[in-house]
Nanobody
Framework: QVQLVESGGGLVQAGGSLRLSCVGS????????VGWFRQPPGREREFVAR????????HYRDSVKGRLTISRDNTKNSVYLQMNSLKPEDTAVYYC???????????????WGQGTQVTVSS
């Protein structure tokens, strides 16, 4: 069992930056692939980025490449999403999730945080 808690969301102007954090409980956190997903207003949840167990492999949705960076520190049971050059279309509730497989599909992730709101004003 893994519990995830996100933090770091907020209101920011376009072009600004935020850093989201996801802290996991349990000694097995480092054995999980961790992904960030988001749900924009009125839309379905979508994949944003994921990171392998060691942190050596990362993948992003095309629209965030070069602006968002996922990283992890297994000594702190934490995964981060550094968000730069934010755009209004990045506005969403952001969720971190943990799973056993490297996947873009949210159905492959077993544990989810409660989400953190990111709002980007124009």
């Amino acid at each position: 069992q893994v519990q995830l808690v996100e933090s770091g969301g907020g209101l920011v102007q376009a072009g600004g930056s935020l850093r989201l954090s996801c802290v996991g409980s349990g000694r097995t956190f480092s054995s999980f692939v961790v992904g960030w997903f988001r749900q924009p207003p009125g839309r379905e949840r979508e994949f944003v980025a994921r990171i392998s167990t060691s942190g050596g492999s990362t993948h992003y949705r095309d629209s965030v490449k070069g602006r968002l960076t996922i990283s992890r520190d297994n000594t702190k049971n934490s995964v981060y999403l550094q968000m730069n050059s934010l755009k209004p279309e990045d506005t969403a509730v952001y969720y971190c999730a943990a799973g056993r497989w490297t996947s873009y599909d949210e159905r492959d992730y077993d544990y989810w945080g409660q989400g953190t709101q990111v709002t980007v004003s124009s």
